[in-house]
């Protein structure tokens, strides 16, 4: 079965240091990957999509299918940067989106 | 463009009893997908409907239904509920067609306490 692993609960990054939130998944084939984000009593909202291969807010994420990886990178922490984020996988375009359990990324001041 | 709204914001209910969610899409969208998402845990899809069949459905029992009507609102109905139903209940809406992975805009959840 599909799964997605995001191995740190809470992540607590200085303001100005990089950032990388870890992603791993399991799926044999190629899947679609995404990142969510839940800002502070705000609702949840795509970040970015690997197929798009876009900067989001300076996050970017690479897809490692040798590593089976999808991880969230930012060069420089910024404090509205603390938030929620959970990786996702999908099997195909028209399939359901698996959900990781999410980290909590902590931007200190 | 209005976004997408879940009603009730909380709701308690005892086990055994049966409880309707509702969503109102954002305008123009005909896709609509529910997830489950307990403390602690991603959201974890229900299942999906598009314009008011069924489309697609995670591993959730048959006494979780759902509907959608032709102004693409939805309802999640759960029956005989059980004290592990206890979640935040999201629903999200896309203009995608069939595509579950097209972007999709939450709503805010409905929390579900069963006592």
């Known amino acids: 079965a599909q799964r997605v692993t995001q191995p740190e609960k809470l992540l607590s990054v200085f303001k100005g240091a990089p950032v990388e939130l870890k992603c791993n998944y399991s799926?044999?084939?190629?899947?679609?990957l995404f990142w969510y984000v839940q800002y502070s009593r705000q609702r949840l909202q795509l970040l970015l999509r690997h197929i798009s291969r876009e900067s989001i807010k300076g996050f970017t994420a690479d897809l490692n299918k040798g590593e089976t990886s999808f991880h969230l990178k930012k060069p420089f922490a910024q404090e509205e940067d603390s938030a929620m984020y959970y990786c996702?996988?999908?099997?195909?375009?028209?399939?359901?989106?698996?959900f990781g359990k999410g980290t909590r990324l902590h931007i200190l001041p | 463009e209005t976004g997408v709204t879940q009603s009730p914001t909380h709701l308690i209910k005892t086990r055994g009893q049966q409880v309707t969610l509702r969503c109102s899409s954002q305008?123009?969208?005909?896709?609509v997908s529910w997830y489950q998402q307990a403390l602690g845990q991603g959201p974890q899809f229900i299942f999906q409907y598009y314009r008011e069949e069924e489309n697609g459905r995670g591993n959730f029992p048959p006494r979780f239904s759902g509907l959608q009507f032709p102004n693409y609102s939805s309802e999640l109905n759960v029956n005989a509920l059980e004290l592990d139903d206890s979640a935040l209940y999201l629903c999200?809406?896309?203009?995608?067609?069939?595509?579950?992975?097209?972007?999709?805009?939450f709503g805010p959840g409905t929390r579900l306490t069963v006592l």
């Open positions: 999200a809406s896309s203009c995608g067609g069939r595509a579950s992975t097209d972007t999709q805009y």
């Open positions: 996702a996988l999908s099997r195909n375009r028209d399939d359901k989106i698996i």
């Open positions: 305008s123009g969208h005909n896709t």
């Open positions: 799926y044999s084939g190629s899947p679609e």
